[in-house]
């Protein structure tokens, strides 16, 4: 899974700037104010999971077992689903798109509670 994490972090670390960039120079005269803080969010919150997922990588090498890699995947749904959503609804105007977006801040959610447990176990392991 270290590989596939790599991946994905420079996946979306790469695309998650050239999206901040697109927004910042190609859609600041086609979308409302508030249409552009919803697409920054979701450049923001992919950006930090791109980071995430790093972190998860790194500790792939070190942590055996299946819970990181659910760390990894929670995260990667995250991104798909929380900023995927964003900027589709941000593109098109389809605000019923905005269901799914709860659903991708949950994943972020059970990732990070994945990695807190992952550290907890660590602890009690090492006593």
């Known amino acids: ?12 670390g790469f695309t998650g700037v050239a999206l901040g960039a697109f927004a910042a120079h190609g859609l600041k005269n086609r979308l ?3 249409y552009l803080a919803v697409f920054h969010t979701g450049v923001l919150y992919q950006l930090i999971h791109a980071l995430a997922i790093f972190g998860v990588a790194l500790l792939a090498m070190q942590i ?5 890699t659910y760390a990894g995947i929670s ?5 798909i689903l ?8 941000t593109l098109t105007g389809a605000t019923k798109l905005g269901i799914i977006t709860p659903f991708g ?3 972020f959610l059970i ?16 006593l």
Not at 75 to 79: A, E, M, N, Q, R
Not at 82 to 89: H, N, R, T
């Open 105 to 107: 801040g949950l994943f």
């Open 64 to 68: 055996q077992g299946r819970l990181v």
């Open 82 to 89: 929380f900023s995927g959503s964003l900027y589709l609804m």
């Open 1 to 12: 899974m270290l590989r596939t994490f790599l991946m994905l972090a420079s996946f979306f």
């Open 111 to 126: 990732g990070w509670a994945i990695l807190g447990w992952t550290a907890w176990r660590l602890g009690l392991d090492t």
């Open 32 to 34: 409302t104010p508030e």
């Open 75 to 79: 995260f990667t749904l995250g991104i």
